[in-house]
């Protein structure tokens, strides 16, 4: 790692800010590479989870990047252009501009729960600011990890893109390199760990990670609209994506219909589950015991766990896909109320006033999303400016992170910084400041000896 690290930076000096021409061939060649392999990278996928949704691979992973990288490749030639800011009256006619210039070399840590497009996605923007890169992709999905090592090796050199595979002390190991900028997607334990060895190296970290995003609904919203859309969004990728609804808050006279609309969008989206081509494995022995693990405390603290899927309750863990359920009667000392769930279990709380539901939230670690369903303006108004989270969607889930002209990232507990195409761009550029001065100007007025006439020009700009 270290060598390859040496190498970067070596090939960074002698291109240290590409023309638009180079990073656009390379943007390019990672969309031919992404749609030549659409089909093994699907298959891929599908292996290391036990088994994935060849659509869901092929929406979240295929066509998100490809529209990332597309974005991208139209906006890129006037992202890199300076930029110029006002001068104040005392300095003109001086003129100043912002360059952005590429930091150098970027690190990526990328996650098992989209292992491609998490690892590519955070490139695409580390490319367009003209960076080079090193990734170090799950162990999690180790098939995949080196698919991506190999597909990025036959269109990069090593100087350029360099993809470290292994187990996580490699990944410790990595997170200790002084990059000049790294980018972490994972839990918020382990970003801990990734930005404390970073600040020995004084290296700029973003940490995208994850908690729980709360989704609220409106007494008078439409359930069945709420119903389908909250399940969209929290079954994609079996509940094992970071912005998935953690829990929902419901209006406590609500709940009983809340629940029967759940239970009857979720059989209309799935029929069944173990043989189910279009739901997604939990990723893991260890992580399927997990939940389960949740799903018992709750139920010995008092939680009601509604089986939406009754006669296939009993998934085997050699499957591991595990059926959708509902938790009602939930507590805050519930494990499933304190951790964030990443899986196809769904808990709902009951509220009685706006108040009551942004104080519920409030008490908690800032969400990476929150989702409100509301027709009422007054009340979608006052969760946006009151609430604080990483992003939001109204009367939807998830589709925010599917705008490229909207930054991505988290706040808090969540995630520091945010990327996604042109807030990419600027989190992997460095914006210089350029100060040009005039050939007719006053400067001298400020040199040496000091005397009234100094005086009097401070006394002017102050």
Not at 86 to 103: C, D, H, I
Not at 287 to 292: I, M, N
Not at 359 to 367: G, L
């Amino acid at each position: 790692m270290h060598s390859i690290l040496q190498k970067q930076r070596d090939a960074f000096r002698t291109e240290p800010n590409p023309s638009f021409d180079v990073r656009d061939h390379r943007l390019k060649q990672l969309a031919q590479m992404i749609g030549d392999n659409s089909d093994e990278i699907a298959a891929t996928v599908s292996e290391d989870f036990g088994h994935r949704s060849t659509i869901e691979t092929r929406l979240a992973d295929i066509t998100a990047l490809m529209t990332e990288i597309k974005h991208t490749r139209k906006h890129l030639r006037k992202w890199m252009k300076a930029t110029r800011r006002p001068v104040a009256l005392q300095f003109k006619p001086a003129k100043n501009e912002v360059r952005y210039m590429p930091k150098g070399v970027v690190g990526i840590i990328s996650p098992w729960n989209y292992p491609f497009q998490l690892a590519i996605s955070p490139l695409i923007a580390a490319l367009s600011a003209g960076n080079r890169a090193m990734i170090k992709p799950s162990e999690l999905t180790p098939r995949t990890s080196e698919l991506t090592k190999r597909l990025l090796g036959e269109i990069f050199d090593e100087d350029l893109v360099a993809v470290i595979t292994g187990d996580a002390k490699i990944a410790q190991e990595f997170s200790t390199l002084n990059f000049d900028h790294m980018l972490f997607t994972g839990s918020t334990k382990v970003g801990r760990f990734v930005m404390e060895a970073a600040a020995k190296n004084l290296t700029p970290v973003t940490l995208e990670l994850g908690g729980k995003s709360p989704t609220i609904i409106d007494h008078d919203y439409p359930l069945k609209t709420a119903a389908e859309r909250i399940l969209s969004g929290k079954l994609l990728n079996s509940g094992q994506t970071c912005i998935a609804p953690d829990y929902v808050l419901t209006p406590r006279d609500k709940i009983e219909a809340t629940v029967d609309e759940l239970v009857q969008t979720s059989r209309q989206f799935y029929p069944s589950i173990h043989d189910n081509d279009d739901y997604t494995a939990v990723i893991s022995e260890q992580h399927f015991a997990r939940l389960e693990g949740l799903l018992d405390d709750a139920r010995k603290k008092g939680a009601n766990i509604i089986e939406i899927y009754p006669d296939e309750a009993k998934t085997s863990s050699n499957i591991r896909k595990m059926p959708p359920k509902l938790v009602t009667n939930v507590t805050p000392d519930m494990d499933i109320m304190s951790e964030e769930i990443f899986g196809p279990l769904l808990p709902l709380v009951p509220y009685d006033s706006l108040d009551d539901a942004m104080d519920f939230i409030a008490e908690r670690p800032h969400p990476l999303a929150l989702y409100i369903f509301s027709d009422n303006k007054l009340v979608v108004e006052r969760l946006n400016n009151e609430v604080l989270a990483g992003g939001v969607a109204v009367n939807d889930t998830i589709m925010h992170i599917a705008q490229n002209d909207l930054p991505f990232g988290g706040v808090g507990d969540s995630g520091i910084g945010a990327y996604h195409g042109h807030d990419g761009f600027l989190t992997f550029s460095h914006a210089k400041g350029v100060f040009h001065q005039s050939k007719m100007n006053s400067r001298k007025m400020l040199f040496p000896p000091y005397g009234k006439t100094i005086e009097r020009i401070l006394g002017f700009m102050s």
